[in-house]
């Protein structure tokens, strides 16, 4: 098989990250947005030894589960992989790539995990359901400057301003930013040359509140302390963003809008929020309520994107913690301290570690805020702070996408707590840790599916294993 040539091929599997999966004379080609029952048309790519890569140029049968993308950036946006598939189907996709990654790479048995793993947890209505967006700003190739999504696994901008998964106020806001820059001749961002202002803006939303967040990541040089500095008493300081209070004017009357805030950032390389934030209107943080829990939120805190499926999944998380109200919990990776609110009503104490310092202020003052005096903050490396902490009963993790670092699995190992709980965002490395642990004494428990990220080939996993009798 050669590149360019042309082939009709039946889509007979999906891998992990979406690509549907044909078959030439045995030769595997994985083809972007072909779904499980298409007969394609595609155009070769690239051929390795094994297997290659082609392009959909036509549909000639579409699948059953083929439906039209809502959103006409759906192919190109790196944003979802799977908009043209129906929900349902979605569903089944992430079911069986949670239970895949379990056995392939987690070792554990066919049926077993069939047999314990519930059916995913799925949305009612699978859009707008992201309250939080990070926006790139751009140029494009006329000289505009635009707003929107970097197309697939590049860093070329595509623009639209009106996401399917966001909230409706985004468009608003970001379109208030694009008339700034454009009437004060502010320039976005260029990556390559250094030069331009406008880098992102982070776009929240409190799901049970309302309240709106903007933080706007600028190419400026920051020398002063971050706090807050209304931008009345900011008189141009910066020249880079002339006129500064008629953009903050109009964000501060949308209806909702809560905290407008600088961030600084003059890196090189692909990390978007810099260290230092400005309030510069409203409040310096947004506030949320799940379950009767309010939470304080700040620009740099992580706080899930899905608050609605979020509710779902702590409550899972809570219950597979099978608290009787004596228990040391710890909960690592905690972020502002949202699962150890969730759990310290149930638990005698919880410890909370995250490495993010504003977060862990943010955990302290949610606690507060929510009356729990048993939950104690720590800022750091979850695998650093843990082994000085009281000795557990049940460990809570929820770890970014690479997993937990080595040294914690030996570090939950040797505390031999009786349940381990892991929430998950990738099923991939989640399968790698439950390796480790299962083989240090754990048993599979109970398995759950989340879809807190519809329209993408992402899912939320939440786990149960015990320790085995000796
Ligand atoms: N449990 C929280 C946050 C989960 S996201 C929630 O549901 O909201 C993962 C968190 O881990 C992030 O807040 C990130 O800052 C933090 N983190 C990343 N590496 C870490 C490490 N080595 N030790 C502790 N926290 C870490």
């Known amino acids: 098989m050669k590149k360019n040539e042309i082939y009709e091929v039946e889509i007979i599997d999906i891998s992990a990250d979406g690509n549907g999966i044909g078959k030439v004379d045995g030769y595997t080609l994985f083809i972007k947005d072909g779904l499980i029952g298409d007969l394609v048309k595609v155009r070769v790519t690239k051929t390795k030894k094994n297997y290659g890569y082609a392009r959909l140029e036509q549909i000639l049968k579409p699948s059953p589960s083929r439906v039209e993308a809502k959103c006409p950036h759906a192919r190109p946006c790196g944003g979802c992989q799977l908009q043209e598939m129906d929900y349902r189907s979605q569903l089944q996709f992430k079911q069986k790539k949670v239970m895949n990654n379990l056995v392939r790479l987690g070792g554990f048995e066919a049926n077993l995990v069939a047999g314990l793993m519930e059916p995913i947890t799925g949305m009612d209505n699978p859009f707008n359901y992201r309250y939080k967006a990070q926006v790139p700003f751009g140029t494009d190739k006329e000289g505009r400057q635009i707003a929107g999504f970097f197309a697939g696994r590049t860093h070329s901008i595509i623009a639209c301003t009106d996401c399917a998964l966001g909230v409706k106020e985004n468009k608003e806001i970001i379109e208030i930013i694009l008339e700034y820059m454009n009437t004060y001749g502010v320039a976005a961002y260029d990556e390559s040359s250094g030069n ?235 399968a790698r840790d439950l390796k480790v642990l299962c083989a240090g004494g754990y048993k599979l428990e109970k398995v759950a599916a989340f879809d807190n990220f519809a329209q993408t080939v992402h899912v939320e996993t939440v786990v149960l294993i015990t320790r085995k009798e000796k």
């Open 196 to 430: 331009g202002v406008i880098r992102h803006a982070l776009l929240r939303k409190g799901y049970a509140t309302g309240q709106l967040m903007v933080c706007l990541v600028v190419n400026i040089q920051c020398d002063g302390e971050q706090g807050t500095l209304p931008v009345s008493d900011l008189s141009d300081a910066y020249v880079e963003l002339p006129h500064l209070d008629k953009l903050v004017g109009k964000l501060m009357a949308i209806e909702g809008m809560t905290s407008v805030s600088l961030s600084f950032n003059t890196r090189h390389d692909n990390v978007i929020m810099g260290e230092k934030i400005l309030t510069i209107a409203g409040q310096d943080r947004i506030e949320d309520r799940l379950s009767n829990l309010t939470f304080a939120i700040s620009p740099l805190s992580f706080y899930q994107v899905n608050p609605w499926m979020t509710e779902r999944m702590y409550g899972k998380a809570l219950e597979y913690a099978g608290l009787t109200g004596n228990e040391v919990v710890w909960d690592l990776y905690c972020g502002i301290g949202t699962i150890s609110l969730f759990l310290a009503k149930a638990a005698g104490e919880v410890h909370g570690v995250e490495i993010v310092e504003p977060a862990i202020e943010d955990a302290r003052e949610n606690a507060r805020r929510n009356n729990v005096e048993n939950a104690l903050f720590y800022v750091g490396a979850a695998e650093d702070v843990a082994p000085s902490l009281p000795r557990p009963d049940v460990i809570v993790v929820d770890p970014p996408r690479k997993g937990c670092d080595e040294k914690l699995l030996h570090t939950i190992l040797s505390h031999e707590p009786e349940r381990v709980v892991y929430v998950s965002c990738d099923s991939a490395t989640l």
